[in-house]
């Protein structure tokens, strides 16, 4: 099966500053590449994703890169607020009606104001 | 307001005791699933079901059973057989030929 890394496990940035997470991912039939975003005692929720075929995608302060080639991704986001100060995972699927994401271990992001 | 309902919230079982987590959503998906997540460990799948009367084992399925009577409800049971129960159980789904998952907010499992 799919098997997906994250680092860092933790990342503690100060307030206004740009923070950056990776992911590398092994299969190379993956093709759906979603960031979650998870609060204190809530579910994860759907923050960007990208698709194979495409490079970046940006929404506002955050930005994907995926890198096919390297098999790898990443989550900037820039001018960081210290309400993006949760924890962040990374997913990999096969995009087909399946469905089944792969997870990263998470990021824990703590912002100092 | 359509979404994805876990409930309880919390809950406190004793050891070799059978419990049974809910799962409701009210979004017309075709796939639900559920996860385990432990600290630093990320998110386990332990089963999912892509249709009505139909469901697959995840990766950690020992000491669980799930059902899915209804389009709109996956209820997971923790069984006694399952070693380490105690964790925060999270509930997900996403529409037919879609991979954009919706996710609860989750059951925090604890067995005394």
């Known amino acids: 099966g799919e098997n997906v890394e994250q680092h860092p496990s933790t990342l503690s940035v100060q307030e206004g500053d740009s923070a950056v997470i990776k992911c590398t991912y092994s299969?190379?039939?993956?093709?759906?590449f979603p960031w979650y975003k998870q609060e204190l005692g809530k579910g994860p929720q759907l923050i960007i994703d990208i698709r194979s075929n495409v490079g970046e995608k940006k929404d506002q302060r955050i930005a994907v890169t995926l890198n096919k080639t390297a098999k790898h991704f990443s989550l900037h986001i820039t001018e960081t607020q210290p309400e993006d100060s949760a924890v962040y995972f990374c997913?990999?699927?096969?995009?087909?009606?399946?469905?089944?994401?792969?997870f990263g271990r998470g990021t824990q992001l703590t912002v100092w104001p | 307001d359509g979404g994805i309902t876990q409930s309880p919230k919390y809950l406190f079982r004793k050891e070799g005791q059978n419990v049974t987590l809910s799962c409701e959503q009210n979004l017309n998906h075709d796939a639900m699933y559920w996860y385990r997540q432990d600290p630093g460990q990320g998110l386990r799948l332990i089963y999912y079901?892509?249709?009505?009367?139909?469901?697959q084992k995840g990766d950690i399925a020992e000491g669980y059973s799930v059902s899915r009577e209804k389009k709109e409800s996956f209820p997971l049971t923790v069984t006694s057989a399952q070693k380490n129960p105690t964790a925060f159980y999270l509930c997900?789904?996403?529409?037919?030929?879609?991979?954009?998952?919706?996710f609860g907010q989750g059951t925090r499992l604890t067995v005394v």
């Open positions: 299969d190379s039939a993956s093709n759906y």
């Open positions: 079901s892509q249709i009505v009367n139909d469901f």
């Open positions: 997900a789904s996403h529409p037919r030929g879609y991979t954009e998952a919706f």
């Open positions: 997913a990999a699927s096969r995009g087909s009606t399946l469905g089944r994401l792969y």
